[in-house]
């Protein structure tokens, strides 16, 4: 059983590497299909994964995190290759990150409200910070990968994050009573994934 009164500690950086070059090694050799990029993702980022589909799961919203696992998976295949031809480059996703680190940042600081049900709600001004974040990382996507993709590829960002940007659906995992434990990995895994520096 977690300990609500400790927060998860701050993890010191991996020393295996950027997960982009982990992730892209592992790519270089395949054929970059979402089967494969599921496979060939870094450990970090599949414990993130996860812990959302668990959340998700316990919050009997298993649709939510099947839709975000299956369209990233799709998008990280597209990017490498992008990549590979050189028609985008890691600084370009870099912009996006520091918006996605920042979110990741505020939910790991409002764990601290988890089990104070009228702390969550009056921190709704910070929930709605971490949506806006996170609807800066779709723009920045988008536009990205607009001059590459077709329609229904752009797509997959849209239903990423109408997943994950959803206050109600955020708000409502913060103020669920039975999940202590798996916010606390959760929350734990978000704070690993800030750790990174890419360069």
Same mark, same amino acid.
């Given at each position: 059983?977690a300990?609500k &009164?400790?927060k998860p500690?701050?993890?010191?950086?991996p020393?295996k590497?950027?997960?982009y070059?982990?992730?892209?090694?592992?790519?270089?050799t395949k054929?970059?299909?979402?089967?494969?990029?599921k496979?060939?993702? #870094?450990?970090e980022?599949? =414990?993130l994964l996860?812990w959302?589909?668990?959340?998700?799961?316990r919050?009997?919203?298993?649709?939510?995190s099947?839709i975000?696992?299956?369209n +990233?998976?799709?998008?990280?295949a597209?990017?490498?290759?992008?990549?590979?031809?050189k028609l985008?480059t +890691?600084?370009?996703f870099l912009v996006?990150?520091?918006?996605l680190?920042?979110?990741?940042?505020l939910l790991?600081d409002?764990?601290d409200?988890?089990?104070?049900?009228e702390?969550v709600?009056?921190a709704?001004p910070?929930?709605?910070r971490?949506?806006?974040l996170l609807?800066?990382v779709?723009?920045?996507?988008d536009?990205i990968f607009? #001059?590459h993709? =077709? #329609?229904k590829?752009?797509g997959?960002?849209?239903?990423?994050?109408? &997943?994950?940007?959803?206050?109600d659906?955020?708000m409502?995992?913060?103020?669920?009573?039975?999940?202590?434990?798996? +916010?606390?990995?959760?929350?734990?895994a978000?704070s690993?994934?800030?750790?990174f520096?890419y360069?």
């Amino acid at each position: 059983m977690a300990d609500k &009164s400790a927060k998860p500690p701050t993890p010191t950086a991996p020393s295996k590497g950027n997960v982009y070059l982990r992730t892209k090694k592992n790519l270089a050799t395949k054929a970059a299909g979402s089967k494969l990029v599921k496979k060939a993702l #870094p450990d970090e980022a599949k =414990q993130l994964l996860k812990w959302l589909r668990i959340i998700c799961e316990r919050t009997n919203q298993p649709k939510r995190s099947e839709i975000v696992e299956k369209n +990233l998976f799709k998008l990280v295949a597209k990017a490498m290759v992008l990549s590979d031809e050189k028609l985008v480059t +890691l600084n370009e996703f870099l912009v996006a990150d520091d918006s996605l680190r920042k979110s990741f940042d505020l939910l790991y600081d409002l764990y601290d409200y988890y089990g104070h049900p009228e702390k969550v709600k009056n921190a709704r001004p910070k929930f709605e910070r971490i949506v806006a974040l996170l609807r800066e990382v779709e723009s920045i996507l988008d536009g990205i990968f607009r #001059p590459h993709l =077709q #329609p229904k590829s752009m797509g997959r960002i849209k239903s990423i994050f109408d &997943s994950l940007a959803d206050i109600d659906w955020i708000m409502g995992v913060y103020l669920c009573p039975d999940i202590n434990d798996e +916010l606390f990995e959760l929350v734990n895994a978000l704070s690993k994934y800030t750790q990174f520096h890419y360069n």
